[in-house]
Structure formats: C-alpha cells, structure tokens
C-alpha cells in the first residue's frame, strides 16, 4: 500500500492504471478485466497486479500473444487475464 491510501483508494488508483494505460490494446485487456475481478482479489493477488502494473505495456502484449515469458511472479494472474480477454472477443 503507498503511504496511508485505504484499501478503496488502492482499488480505484489500479482501475484507473488499468484504464489508462500507454496503449489503447492493454486498456482494453486490462480495463475490463479490473472492473470485473479486483474487488474479488486476495491482498496478495493485488500486490501482483501491481507489478503486472509496472510492466512495459509492449512486454505484457508479447506475453498475451505467446511471443514472450512472462516474469514468473506475474504469469498466473497474466494467464487468467488473457483467458478473460479471449473469452470477451468471442462474445463480440
């Protein structure tokens, strides 16, 4: 947690990263995927998606198309949201 935010703040500040991050593609990964499963995360599980957060966008796109390992702390939450991401484009 950064200084004294409140739990409410941290998951607000993470929707608004996964929103609003460097390029269109990841914030429509990562946007819906936060609005739909970060409330439900364990404190453990937000603190990967904090580092999932920090990654370069263009290293996590390798990574969702199978064209780069993801950092072994962040490949399960990673994989659990590129399955996400698959499942919404079958829908469309």
Same mark, same amino acid.
């Given at each position: 947690?950064?200084?004294?935010?409140?739990?409410?703040?941290?998951?607000? $500040?993470?929707?608004?990263?996964?929103?609003?991050?460097?390029?269109?593609?990841?914030?429509?990964?990562?946007?819906?995927?936060?609005?739909?499963?970060?409330?439900?995360?364990?404190?453990?599980?937000?603190?990967?998606?904090?580092?999932?957060?920090?990654?370069?966008?263009?290293?996590?796109?390798?990574?969702?198309?199978?064209?780069?390992?993801? $950092?072994?702390?962040?490949?399960?939450?990673?994989? $659990?949201?590129?399955?996400?991401?698959?499942?919404?484009?079958?829908?469309?």
């Amino acid at each position: 947690m950064i200084g004294t935010e409140t739990p409410q703040d941290r998951l607000k $500040r993470m929707k608004m990263r996964s929103w609003r991050r460097g390029t269109k593609e990841m914030d429509l990964v990562l946007g819906p995927w936060a609005d739909a499963h970060l409330e439900q995360l364990t404190a453990a599980e937000l603190d990967i998606y904090e580092l999932l957060l920090a990654e370069n966008d263009q290293d996590l796109m390798a990574c969702l198309f199978n064209q780069a390992e993801p $950092r072994p702390e962040i490949a399960p939450l990673l994989e $659990r949201i590129t399955a996400f991401a698959r499942d919404r484009l079958r829908k469309v």
